[in-house]
């Protein structure tokens, strides 16, 4: 869920004699060097990757280049990787949840020291400590993990170290393969946008200050999840079913109706993103006829226009939608009040 790191241009005008990192003596330099920089910028402030690369129209020296200025405030340090190249790495561990902004130099003026003469800035993404994130999450019971303080805690939000354990060994190797501890994963994107469900918060799925806050809050708070952990798994073998785990056991199982070869349902596991009750669905048959079903109950969605819902069908078991999961009214109320914003659904090839 990473972005690529952002390019942007500076242009200025170059004079005077060229700053060799290493060179001999100051007094060499006739007249200060001005140069242009292009920059490359972390779309996320991390301690572990860098925050930012300069490249320059002549070689400039690390150790002349004053301090790269963040805000918040942030430590950091330049690292020679070339004669005209330098990058920027943090000193001190980013602020989770909070977005900075990075003076970066577009032109400077190079004589015994660097002076930024011109500069631009940059927002960054917010910084996510996903390992804190998964602790805080994990003792609200929204993950199947829990996790066990290896240190004493001042406070519930405080970030330790520790193990997690699944909470519910009856869970699918379908869904636990899909989890490891402090990496970006849909089981954490999940259980994140159910959080920002149940506290009124966009469900973005994404860490931003407000989710960031609430996470503390109910920490402190010991807002615990207030449902069940569920999961719906759905095959596509002969016949085509749907099992609906609950705190790792399975609660329900019944046979669905997966899309046509024309219309494939999506493969893969993702977070149930919206819900209706009831809706008319409508839209444009493999033939190029229109279509629109009135009253369609129990609705959730959980990638594109593929969601889980009820259809009266003559018979059950085999691919018959147009990428939905199918299943009878009443197999569908039952299974859509344990489908909220964030529910992780399966779909085997």
């Not at 100051?26 to 140069?35: D, E, N, R």
């Not at 805080?136 to 993950?143: G, V």
């Not at 290896?150 to 354990?165: D, E, I, N, R, Y």
């Not at 999940?190 to 960031?212: C, K, R, S, Y």
Request: glycine content about 8%; charged content about 10%; some cysteine.
């Amino acid at each position: 869920m990473r972005k690529l790191m952002q390019r942007t241009m500076a242009v200025a005008s170059l004079t005077g004699a060229l700053l060799v990192p290493g060179a001999a003596s100051a007094h060499a330099q006739t007249s200060p060097l001005v140069v242009r920089a292009t920059s490359q910028v972390s779309p996320r402030v991390s301690a572990v990757m860098p925050l930012a690369r300069l490249h320059f129209t002549s070689p400039v020296s690390a150790a002349l280049l004053p301090q790269l200025k963040l805000t918040p405030a942030l430590a950091t340090r330049w690292q020679q990787i070339g004669p005209r190249d330098v990058q920027a790495v943090a000193m001190a561990t980013p602020t989770s949840a909070v977005a900075y902004s990075i003076t970066l130099p577009t032109s400077l003026r190079c004589g015994r020291t660097c002076t930024v003469t011109s500069s631009h800035v940059v927002q960054t993404g917010v910084a996510v400590n996903l390992l804190w994130e998964d602790q805080l999450l994990a003792q609200l019971n929204y993950l199947p993990v829990s996790f066990s303080p290896l240190a004493k805690q001042t406070s519930a939000s405080q970030q330790v170290p520790g193990s997690f354990t699944w909470r519910f060994p009856g869970l699918p190797t379908s869904l636990s393969s899909q989890w490891s501890t402090g990496s970006d994963n849909v089981i954490l994107h999940g259980a994140l946008m159910n959080f920002q469900n149940v506290h009124g918060l966009p469900t973005t799925g994404e860490i931003d200050t407000a989710t960031w806050n609430a996470l503390v809050v109910a920490n402190e708070a010991h807002q615990m999840d207030p449902a069940s952990y569920n999961y719906v798994d759905v095959t596509q073998g002969s016949p085509e079913g749907l099992t609906l785990y609950l705190n790792g056991a399975a609660a329900l199982h019944v046979l669905v109706n997966t899309g046509i070869p024309q219309s494939p349902t999506q493969v893969g596991t993702y977070p149930v993103y919206l819900r209706y009750t009831t809706q008319t669905m409508s839209g444009t048959n493999p033939d190029g006829s229109h279509y629109s079903d009135p009253g369609i109950p129990w609705v959730s969605y959980f990638y594109g226009g593929d969601a889980l819902h009820g259809f009266i069908r003559s018979s059950y078991g085999y691919p018959q939608s147009l990428g939905c999961v199918e299943m009878p009214f009443a197999s569908a109320a039952l299974v859509w009040p344990h489908t909220p914003i964030g529910t992780l659904v399966t779909v085997h090839a």
